[in-house]
């Protein structure tokens, strides 16, 4: 069945590192792919998203392109900064898991200024 | 604009009592979900409604149950509290589509002493 793979957690980098979380998926078919992010004591927000092979999502700095040839899906920033702590989770949904979202386990991160 | 709006926020129960989390959605949304978040995992979908009229089990259904009221309601029902089922729960809400993200509201904490 269809699954996503995140790298472990915690990753723990001072403000301005370049950050990179890990995403790989497995799935029959042409998954959309997504990053959700979820704030302390908050819900789930959509981060960005990529519905075919060789898309770019991008919102707030982060960005994440849909590699098919590798299967992944690795979110990418820049410069972090402290506001950026949080937990990211990539999800893929696709018709053969009837447009459910599947999930990762999450990647929490953490920001020291 | 609301989105997805749970009630209530907190909720502390005893073994055996019974409660129902409500969720609603503003967005004219055909498909709905509940999950449950514990303490580092991911999320995992306890039952979804992908139209009025229509719940499907997800991947932790027992001891769970749901009603869709209407298009925008879609309650879950604990019968029996256990302490197992301490934990954060969320609904989402989405269009049908793969490419369609879901909306989640803040969740619900609960507690089951």
């Known amino acids: 069945g269809d699954s996503v793979t995140q790298m472990e957690g915690p990753v723990t980098l001072s403000e301005e590192a370049f950050l990179t979380i890990n995403c790989t998926y497995t799935a029959t078919g042409y998954p959309s792919l997504f990053w959700y992010v979820q704030y302390p004591g908050e819900g789930l927000q959509l981060l960005l998203k990529?519905?075919?092979a060789d898309d770019k999502g991008s919102n707030k700095g982060f960005e994440a392109t849909y590699r098919k040839e590798t299967t992944s899906f690795h979110l990418e920033k820049g410069s972090v900064q402290v506001s950026d702590s949080a937990v990211y989770f990539c999800a893929l949904s696709a018709g053969d898991s009837n447009y459910q979202l599947i999930w990762g386990a999450g990647t929490k991160l953490i920001i020291k200024p | 604009n609301a989105g997805v709006t749970q009630t209530p926020k907190f909720q502390v129960l005893k073994t055996g009592q019974s409660m129902t989390l409500q969720c609603a959605q503003d967005m004219n949304h055909n498909s709905m979900y509940w999950y449950r978040q514990d303490p580092g995992m991911g999320l995992r979908l306890i039952y979804y409604?992908?139209?009025?009229?229509?719940?499907d089990k997800g991947e932790v259904p027992n001891g769970y149950n749901v009603s869709r009221l209407n298009k925008r309601e879609f309650s879950l029902r604990l019968e029996s509290a256990a302490p197992s089922q301490t934990s954060v729960y969320f609904c989402a809400s989405n269009l049908v589509g793969s490419n369609q993200p879901q909306h989640f509201g803040d969740g619900t904490r609960l507690s089951i002493l």
């Open positions: 990529a519905t075919k």
């Open positions: 409604s992908a139209s009025e009229g229509t719940t």
